[in-house]
């Protein structure tokens, strides 16, 4: 029984929207059952090949990438009934090289170990890796001191963005006068562009239980709350699973270890607003409100929900201190920079060759995220920036590429480090654009409880739509960064205080492309609607008929044979015509100089 | 008329099983209208009534509640619901074109349902599968890799299947 083959299917949300449900439905019909077994596990984090499906046999591990039912019956037949492995579908294998293989090289993977390895709905796939064990050492071995202490030699520091020391947290809340006290794991993940969180929810969700149960014992707590976000239901899904069966196990509920210690998890989930990631806000919301965030001191840890010493971690926080607790606090100090140590999981995606889930030492730099591990850009164009903390964050242009991901670094810079989400931008983006897209995102996600978030973002974004349409102003610039620094003054969360960072850091970094905006009315990446006009060149144009057929509005008219024109009126400038175009025929003109 | 008054009645009985499940919740405001929403598909005024009457709860700060939190609906949604993901992959990859086109297809706006309530669109924050963008779903089924024409073709088709 020993050599039979194991088939898993990456069943995270990315896999799934790519396809898998429908590769493992096939495979499960149709595989030979005396010949291999088929399984589910997460996301392998591939993404970028999804779906995905692993074999594991006698001759060694290999990944499949692109697999649709097609490929599933070759796959069937060569590698599972004959033996031979199809390498031209293979984008990982531990016997050969593939040219993917470097996306995995320079990766780190303490937190994701398990991700795509484990089926996320079988608790017994988590125990075999060791799950639970960290819990266990600490309950029958540890004071909660003792716990607190492995936590800060292994310099843990939050993953929820602001990087503050975990051990520091855990302190506080045990100190904390008052009862009960609680454990809340922030998975919020608002971030328009990132999903760590969500990704290790769905492949490895005992994980954030066993750290959620470890943080309990550490403060002293007997309730938790996971506070998700309801955009992700097949987090919640597993969540749900994970927590019966951890029940049923004992590692949840009452007298945990026969240690005399309780503790169980309620899940609440997120009713769409951004600003309930920030702590006081989450709070509010458990308790039923509006999510608006109040002011601090006292923090959550002496005054948290319901007024009760609370301890409030992002996801990928508690994943790690599981992980601290099982393996050692050396697992994590062993890397990372001075200040800033371990792993860091992020979302890498944008205009990159191989986007997917990540998991790189702190330290490493951001060209060896983009070229090394995410194999360059995805188009022809040259890379321009990259993007990390999402609207909170920063645009690093590219000639910063040498700089290395660790939370001061970053924040030197002018971004931060965030809860992980890396956009990658080429000639391409716009970064007035870009700046605009993320202020729209915070004013509408601006709760209205101080004026300037509610009011000084809005006049910013009406400021940058100004810029953008083409009615840029010269003093619009200094506006912007005067705004800016007050509304980052006159704020009291961290939406506000960190909403005109996007606009700032462009500025900083690509005040030409806000200049050729203002005075030449010109959008340098050619993305800007207003100020961009397609335009058919008579002379090269045959008629053929192609740009019309393509047009998703109907803006191109003339007859077959006869030179087209587009009706600037319906045109919305998505660029298919001039892709399609197979003679150059279609400009695009964009700025004073170019007679608009 | 009477077949109107029934569907009012279930709807009522599906809200106070609902409250009821919660009961001895601490904080219950927010699950009971998700509830709602998953049964019911909207919050409907009768239910802000009855959840209003909860003890420690008023009118003002339920509606408060209801419209501070984008997920809770107040209309009915249609029988297509399509999510544009704006996201920042998305948007890179030209969401705001794609939604332009779905829009002007399905002859609504953003945030609408059709006049004959069958299409609504609405736009989301990153759907987490950023390496397809840009990315919309239909009806939970996700479409990647878009391009405005094949949009197009999406929505043409679904118009067609909602008309039969
Ligand atoms: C507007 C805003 C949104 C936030 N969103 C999140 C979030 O989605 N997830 C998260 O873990 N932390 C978020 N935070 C940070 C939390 O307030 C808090 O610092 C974090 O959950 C603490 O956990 P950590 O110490 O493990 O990082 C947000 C903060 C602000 C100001
Ligand atoms: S930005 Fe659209 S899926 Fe992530």
């Known amino acids: 029984m020993h050599n039979k083959k194991a088939v898993k299917v990456g069943l995270a949300s990315c896999g799934i929207a790519a396809g898998a449900n429908k590769v493992f439905d096939y495979l499960e019909s149709h595989l030979p059952k005396e010949k291999a077994e088929l399984k589910k596990t997460g996301c392998i984090g591939m993404c970028f090949k999804e779906p995905l499906v692993e074999i594991n046999d006698e001759k060694g591990t290999f990944i499949y990438g692109s697999v649709d039912e097609k490929r599933a019956e070759r796959i069937i037949r060569e590698h599972l009934i004959q033996g031979n492995p199809i390498e031209e579908w293979i984008v990982y294998s531990n016997t050969f090289e593939t040219e993917e293989r470097d996306y995995l090289k320079k990766q780190h993977r303490i937190l994701l170990k398990n991700s795509g390895k484990i089926d996320p709905e079988d608790i017994d796939s988590y125990l075999q890796v060791g799950g639970y064990e960290g819990l266990k050492r600490a309950v029958t071995a540890m004071s909660p001191d003792e716990v607190i202490l492995e936590i800060e030699k292994a310099v843990l520091r939050g993953r929820g963005g602001a990087g503050f020391p975990t051990h520091l947290k855990w302190k506080f809340t045990r100190e904390a006068k008052g009862k009960p006290k609680y454990v809340i794991c922030n998975a919020d993940e608002g971030d328009p562009g990132a999903f760590m969180d969500r990704s290790v929810l769905e492949s490895d969700p005992h994980s954030v239980l066993e750290g959620m149960a470890i943080a309990a014992y550490a403060i002293g707590a007997e309730k938790g709350y996971i506070y998700v ?36 998890i309620e899940i609440r989930e997120g009713a769409g607003a951004f600003v309930c990631g920030e702590e006081t806000a989450l709070m509010a919301s458990i308790e039923g409100q509006r999510g608006m ?23 990928e926080t508690l994943a790690a201190a599981a992980r601290i607790l099982s393996q050692g606090a050396e697992v994590f100090s062993s890397c990372g920079t001075e ?75 002018g971004a931060i480090m965030g809860s992980g989400g890396l956009i990658v931008m080429d000639e391409d983006t716009c970064m007035v654009d870009v700046a605009r897209f993320f202020l729209k995102f915070t004013t509408g996600e601006s709760c209205g409880k101080c004026t300037f978030c509610r009011i000084g973002t809005y006049q910013m974004l009406h400021i940058l739509d100004r810029i953008c ?63 961009v006009e397609y335009r058919i060149i008579p002379e090269k144009c045959i008629g053929c008929g192609l740009c019309s057929k393509i047009c998703p509005v109907n803006a191109v008219e003339g007859v077959r044979k006869q030179p087209h024109t587009i009706n600037v009126r319906k045109c919305i400038k998505c660029g298919s015509c001039a892709e399609a175009c197979r003679f150059d025929a279609i400009e695009i003109a964009s700025g004073l100089s170019e007679g608009r | 008329m009477g077949e109107k008054r029934t569907a009012l009645e279930g709807i009522e009985d599906v809200i106070d099983a609902i409250i009821k499940r919660h009961a001895d919740k601490r904080g219950a405001a927010i699950p009971i209208l998700q509830d709602i929403q998953k049964e019911l598909g909207y919050i409907p005024k009768a ?22 939190y984008s997920q809770f609906r ?12 704006h996201g920042t992959a998305c948007h890179l990859a030209g969401a705001e074109e794609i939604t332009c086109v779905i829009c002007e297809t399905a002859g609504i706006t953003d945030g609408e349902t059709s006049p004959d ?48």
């Not at chain 1, 239901?233 to 309780?262: C, H, M, T, V, Y």
């Not at chain 1, 860091?344 to 330290?363: D, H, N, S, T, V």
């Not at chain 2, 009806?139 to 024409?149: A, D, I, M």
């Open chain 2, 117 to 164: 309530g069958k299409i609504t669109v609405e736009k989301v924050a990153c759907l987490g599968c950023c390496s397809l963008a840009p990315v919309i779903t239909v009806n939970g089924e996700t479409y990647g890799r878009l391009t405005p024409e094949k949009a197009r073709e999406l929505i043409k088709n679904i118009k067609k299947e909602t008309e039969n």
């Open chain 1, 469 to 531: 349409s083409g009615h840029g102003e010269p003093e619009d610039l200094e506006l912007l960064e005067d705004l800016g620094e007050k509304i980052i003054k006159g704020s009291l969360c961290g939406l506000g205080q960190t909403a005109p960072n996007p606009v700032l850091t462009t500025i900083k970094y690509f005040r030409e492309e806000y200049e050729a905006h203002i005075y030449e009315k010109r959008c340098p990446a050619g993305k800007c609607r207003d100020l």
């Open chain 1, 339 to 413: 200040k800033s140590k371990g792993t860091k999981i992020f979302a890498l995606a944008g205009k990159i060759k191989r986007g997917g889930l990540i998991e790189i030492p702190m330290g490493t730099t951001i060209r060896e995220i983009v070229f090394d591990i995410g194999g360059g850009i995805s188009s022809q164009k040259a890379f321009k920036a990259v993007q990390t903390g999402g609207p909170s964050g920063g645009c690093i242009p590219a000639h910063m590429a040498d700089l290395t991901v660790d939370y001061e670094a970053l924040k030197e810079a």
């Open chain 2, 74 to 85: 107040l209309q009915p949604m249609g029988e297509v619901m399509i999510h544009v993901c």
């Open chain 1, 229 to 264: 976000r309801a955009e992700y239901p097949l987090a919640i899904r597993r969540l749900k699973i994970a927590i019966e069966q951890a029940r049923s196990q004992g590692f949840l509920g009452r007298d945990i270890f026969n240690k005399n210690f309780n503790f169980d």
């Open chain 1, 293 to 315: 965030p109040r002011f601090k001191p006292p923090f959550p840890a002496q005054k948290g929900l319901w007024g009760k010493p609370t301890c409030i971690n992002n996801v």
């Open chain 2, 47 to 68: 239910a802000l009534y009855k959840i209003s009457q909860l003890p420690g709860m008023n009118a003002s700060d339920l509606y408060g509640i209801v419209t501070f």
